[in-house]
Structures are given as structure tokens and as C-alpha cells.
């Protein structure tokens, strides 16, 4: 039981710091949320002002919106920029395009599926499934038989990076299969976006969601939805019974230049989404795409030097933005990842679910993608499984080669 | 029509940056989002963790629980700190406490209170209310009989500070009487919370709702929700369909120590409302209610200096964090905002509803909450008064003297 003393005064014995000292270095290797470059993290804090009141602030949202929706190959699509997690928007795609008696089908090979799947029980719609392999990507010629299975579905949902486990959905080749049942397609791309190339039209993507803590490199708290035409009319009309799930309390704001937005935004977290799309076009689309390939190829040629197994596969199987690696026999992740952290002060991740201790997980996401980042990451797991006993100094030495050598273009 | 070019490389003729120069200078002296302090803002960035990941995230998110619940003496309620608006919050006290078939009173004097209701049939709930006059705090003996008309109810609502008019309504007084009548109390407190002591129990509220943008001077973003054990039960047992809304998600964080938060936390938000919260406990609540009730006082004695009618008839009506001015006849509240910002780089706040063009507000919660700033905002209004031929110099610099005399201690 916790102590009652309601004095608050200076001379009160009442600890006002947390015990827990929360500067300390540490080093986010993790698949998300990640490490956040200063100038990204000095963008969150540049200013500060009242958007509800602020005649420029429709200016200064539509004009993320248009960014967002060129990187997207787009344009066609409204953009709703939500202040919550990731978990809203996901939520919302359900919520907003399918009525209670309505049937969506989750397309699943991991966790992050199977969790979409739960969803929908949780918010009390209708969800089938199907399931694949969790070591290999959704095959596009067998969607066709799962849609077949439940033609009365209106939507398909699924994951395009499946984060616990590294594996990468091909959305360009499903997608427009899923359209020619004439379902809508809703994809999960919060750990993809900015990692490779995604085209939301020629893909036939109707809803796709993405958050502001994976290859963004910003905090959690911003969750971006695309949104066709097709799921939009759909949205407008279910006008589901919510207000903060809601896509059609945007339409206002979206459509007339003069509304405000449906609730104060965060002006200082769409600062950094704007700063970080900044930092995306000057790099590039093409560079940033070649630095996650190139980083992954680094990743997959140091895990091998260690004798270590990539969840995925194949290589091309795999998430750009993370590398998935199973753990040899006896070896636990949960463990493995304590060491590196209180050794290294390093955070990588470790699996989830039935494979939370068997998976140890590098994030190369946005600004983590890069060649110092993997050195210190595999430096670190190297050293780890030194001290184990299971490999020698100079695999550890080659597996920094390696990184060396793949990274160069 | 937007023109359509997926090319992003460095050579493209792309704007990178936003037309809007978001850089300028601007005091917020609006009554919410505020001015944030130089200490909060860097607390923001000062330090970034995996909350999923990190064990000593528990400890932290409980050690501002502990903070906040002392500050409330509230030390029998749940904390769920919520990542978004606070209308994430209003919502979810809803959708949590009362089933589709059940009914909820709102007890409205305003704008906010009007908002409450209609919220109630947008999420698909059964909703009345009782009206009282907006230009006083809802009368405590009066509320018996608004209960009696609807026996059937579970759940009050109602509004602490009436930010729009700034009216200040006695939950103190108000509350027995709800819990006499068997019926949970919900309190909007989202501009009230710092401004006066909230005495949680004492005061019978069963889910206080408070937001990160207003006297704790954060960016929106946070919800912070204190529940009862009665209301903490009630929403168990409703077991609401949704995710992100529902308190029932928190349940396993909350009680065990070893879980997960239910999504990924801002680490960011989070740290800032620590560091709040250590500001109000070092200058110690006594203080902070003082000065609020100082600068309230000084904010009606400049009003009055001027020939300005604030909105609450009497002072003792009103919220002590923010001051509501009915503007002159002929002068409207939209031009002086305008003008006052153009010329003097503050934003003040309007009305809203049909008072939009009729009521001036400005803003004095925590931070802002200064003779510094009241002089600003006094000498700014005074000048556009001067402007319009409403006032002379004289008025002004006698407001400006009741400023320094009244904040005087």
C-alpha cells in the first residue's frame, strides 16, 4: 500500500524525482521504435503553436499531405494524420469500412497477422483467415483460392513487413489480385514505409496505415492513413458510431479550407513528420532504397560469418528495415539481448510470441540503416556469443568484414 | 487538380520545404495548447527508449501515476495514460462506463458541456442533459431534480472549467450529491487540472479526464484518465468493443509488473509530464494555486480597467485558467484576434459556437499564468481598443498598473 500524504510543499519528503535515471545512454537498435537523429528530434521542439487557431495550419498539413502522397504514388487518396499510436489506425481501418455484420479476411503469416485477425473479434466485426508459412512471404497464386473461400468478404487485410519475424509481403503482386475480386484492400505498411518502394495505386491499396516510430525515426504518437476513394465513400457511409476512429469527422477539415481539425493535432510531432520526409526527398527515394537493400545484404553476410540463421529463407524474403535472426540451439534471445543492453548500453529486439525467446532482432530502419549502426549491432552480438562459447574472435572480425565490404556501393 | 510527378530525386523541382515559415516568432496566450517552457520543451527530447523493451519503463510510468494520484488525492483510482487528444479520453469514458442501452446525464452550462452530449449519440449512446444558464456556475441544489427526472441513469457528465466562457462549475459540491443518487461521476478536467485543487475522492468523481495541452503546458498528445474502483469495474464488465479506447487493454500493465504496455508509449510525451509534473510539486500546490487565483484576480481588475465585461458574472464563477472578455458592441472579437496577432506575434483565443465573434480569451494556465504575460495580453488588447477609438492611453496604463498592483503578494 502506498503511503497517503497529500503535502506537496518544498520541504515535503515526497521524492520528486523518479528513481529511474532515464538519461543514461542507450542506443536504439531495436525494429522500432528507433534511434532519433538530432535534427529530427530538435524539429519536434522548433515551435510551438495553436493549430486550432493558427490560419496556417492547413497550409502546413496539406502540404505533408501532398509529400506523403507523392513518396505513396497516391494521389488520388485522402490523407488523415491521427495523434495516437500505430494500434489506431489499425483499429480505425477496421471500424471505418466494415459495418458489424461485414466479413474481412486477414491474409496471415506471422504474428502481426494473427493479432489483425484478433482485432476484429476485439472490436466486434466479422474476420476470417488464411495462413501461411511464417518463414516465407504470402504466396501470390494462392490468394486467389482463400478469396474464392469467403466471396461475401468486403475487405483483405494484411501485413507488408511482418516485424517479428523479418518476413516482406508482396503487396505489387497481391494486390491487384485482390482487386479483381473486388475487395478492398487494407494494408499494414507501419514498418515498410520509407524502407522500399510502395505504390499505393498500382497496387490497388485502399487503406494503407503507417506510424511515426519505425523508418520515420520519430516518436510514437502519429498515425498516418491513406485512404482511396472507394474506402473512403465506404467510411462515410458505415458513419461509424465513434468519434476518435472516426475517418469521416476529418472531412470537414479535409475538404473546406477553412475548418479547423476535429481535435487540437500535435503541431510539434507533424514538425517532425514533415522534417523527415524532408530528410527522405533530399536523400532521395532512390538512395534511401538502395541503403536499406544494401544494409540488409551487410546484415545477411555478418549473420552468416557468426553461423547465424536468418528467419527468413531467402534474403529476398526478407523486411529491408530489419534483420530477424534465429538463435542456435541453447542460446536464448531474452538473455542475449539483457547482455548486449547492460553490456553495450545497445537495445536490439527480441521475437514475440511462441518465438520470443528464439529471435534476436536488428533494426535498420531509416536512420539506423546504416553501416556505424550494424558494426556496433554485430560487434555487440558477436561478443555476446564469444562469451557463450559458440564462435570464435575471428568470425566476429569477419562478420565486421562483411558489413565493410557490402556496404560499399 | 495536383500535378503528378513521382520523381523525388535532388535535381527535381519538388519544394522540399513547406511554403509556411512555422519558425516565426508567436506567444501562445491562447487558453490551450499554451506557451511551452524552455525546461518542458528539452524534456521532450531528452532522452529516447524502447518502452516495449525496457524494463524500467514500469517504474517510470508508475512513478508519474504515483506523482499525478497524490496532486489528485485520489489514491484508490487506476491511471491509463492514453497516447492522443483528449477527446481520446472523453470518448473512451463513454464507450467504457455505459453499455449501448444505458443512460448518461450530461450537466451543461456551455459549449463543452453541448459537446459532451452530442458525443454521446455519435458513439451510440443513450444521452440527456439539463441546461442551466452559461454565464454562471451550474447551481448544486438544482441538480437533485435534473438526477430525479431520469432514475434510470448511470453515469453524470460534466464539465470542470467551461473553457469556451470560462466558467468554473463546483464538481466540490456538485459531486456528493451525484454519489448520493448512486450514480458515477465523470469530470471533464481537462483545462481545470494545476489551475485548482481537484480532490478526487472527496469530491466522489469516478473518471477524471485531463489533457498534456493545458495547464501542464505539453503538446497535445496525452490523456491522462484517473477511474474509481467503481468505474474501473463497470468498464471490465462492460468490456467496450473496441482496442485503443477501451481501459480493460491497460488491465495486465497496470496490475502486473512484468507486462507490456498495450501499444508502444511515448517515451517523449511522457518524460515532459514528468518533468510537469516535478515543476508544480517544487513550487508546491500552494503556490500554483495562488498565483493562479493572483493572476485571475489582476486579469479582471485590467479587464475592468478597459470597460471589458469578462463573461462569468462574477469573478468567483470563473476558471483561474483563462479569462473570457465579452467584447464592446460593435467590436469584433475575430478582428481583434486577427489584429492583435498580426501586429503583436500573440495569439489570444475566440469564442466559440455562436460566441465566436463575441468573446475574447486569454489564456493564464501554468506557465502562462505570469504578470509577464498578462501584461502583454493586457497591453495588446488595450491597444487595439485605442485603435478602435474605444479607449484612451490612459485606460491602458491603468490596467497595466492594476496588473502590477493586484499580482503583487
Not at 116 to 123: D, H, I, K, P, S
Not at 137 to 157: F, H, M, N, R, T
Request: aromatic share 10%.
Amino acid at each position: 500500500m502506498e503511503e497517503k500524504d497529500n503535502s506537496l510543499s518544498k520541504s515535503s519528503s515526497f521524492q520528486v524525482e523518479n528513481k529511474v535515471d532515464l538519461t543514461t545512454h542507450s542506443l536504439l537498435l531495436s525494429p522500432g521504435p528507433t534511434e532519433i537523429p538530432r535534427e529530427l528530434l530538435l524539429s519536434l521542439i522548433k515551435d510551438v503553436r495553436n493549430p486550432d487557431l493558427d490560419p496556417y495550419f492547413y497550409d502546413f498539413y496539406h502540404g505533408i499531405h501532398s509529400k506523403l502522397t507523392r513518396i505513396l504514388n497516391s494521389w488520388g487518396y485522402k490523407t488523415i494524420i491521427m495523434l495516437g499510436e500505430a494500434m489506431l489506425g489499425l483499429e480505425a481501418s477496421i471500424i471505418n469500412l466494415l459495418k458489424e455484420n461485414e466479413l474481412g479476411i486477414v491474409l496471415s503469416n506471422g504474428f502481426f497477422g494473427e493479432g489483425f485477425y484478433n482485432l476484429f473479434r476485439l472490436v466486434g466485426r466479422k474476420g476470417e483467415k488464411c495462413i501461411w508459412d511464417e518463414r516465407e512471404p504470402i504466396p501470390p497464386d494462392e490468394v486467389e483460392s482463400c478469396l474464392s473461400e469467403y466471396p461475401e468478404a468486403k475487405a483483405v487485410y494484411m501485413i507488408h513487413c511482418e516485424t517479428p519475424t523479418g518476413i516482406m509481403n508482396p503487396i505489387e503482386s497481391i494486390g491487384p489480385k485482390i482487386n479483381k475480386f473486388g475487395k478492398m484492400l487494407i494494408v499494414d505498411a507501419v514498418s515498410s514505409l520509407l524502407t522500399v518502394p510502395i505504390k499505393g495505386e498500382e497496387y490497388g491499396i485502399d487503406v494503407l496505415i503507417a506510424g511515426s516510430q519505425k523508418a520515420l525515426n520519430l516518436p510514437p504518437g502519429l498515425t498516418i492513413n491513406l485512404i482511396s476513394e472507394k474506402a473512403w465513400n465506404a467510411s462515410i457511409e458505415n458513419n461509424p458510431k465513434t468519434f476518435y476512429l472516426s475517418y469521416s469527422i476529418w472531412k470537414d477539415f479535409i475538404e473546406k479550407r477553412e475548418e479547423m481539425p476535429p481535435y487540437t493535432h500535435s503541431i510539434n510531432m507533424l514538425s517532425g513528420l514533415d522534417e523527415a520526409l524532408n530528410r527522405f526527398i533530399v536523400e532521395s527515394e532512390e538512395n534511401v532504397y538502395k541503403r536499406h537493400e544494401k544494409i540488409r545484404e551487410a546484415s545477411w553476410a555478418a549473420a552468416l560469418s557468426l553461423g547465424l540463421e536468418p528467419f527468413p529463407k531467402e534474403m529476398r524474403y526478407s523486411c529491408p528495415g530489419l534483420t530477424a535472426l534465429l538463435m542456435p540451439k541453447g542460446i536464448s534471445s531474452i538473455e542475449a539481448f539483457n547482455w548486449i543492453r547492460n553490456k553495450y548500453g545497445i537495445t536490439l529486439g527480441i521475437g514475440l510470441g511462441k518465438l520470443k525467446d528464439k529471435i534476436l532482432r536488428i533494426g535498420h530502419m531509416g536512420y539506423t540503416a546504416s553501416i556505424d549502426f550494424l558494426l556496433l549491432a554485430y560487434f555487440a552480438i558477436g561478443n555476446y556469443l564469444i562469451e557463450k562459447g559458440n564462435v570464435k574472435y575471428s568470425d566476429v572480425s569477419q562478420a565486421m568484414e562483411m558489413i565493410i565490404k557490402k556496404s560499399n556501393i
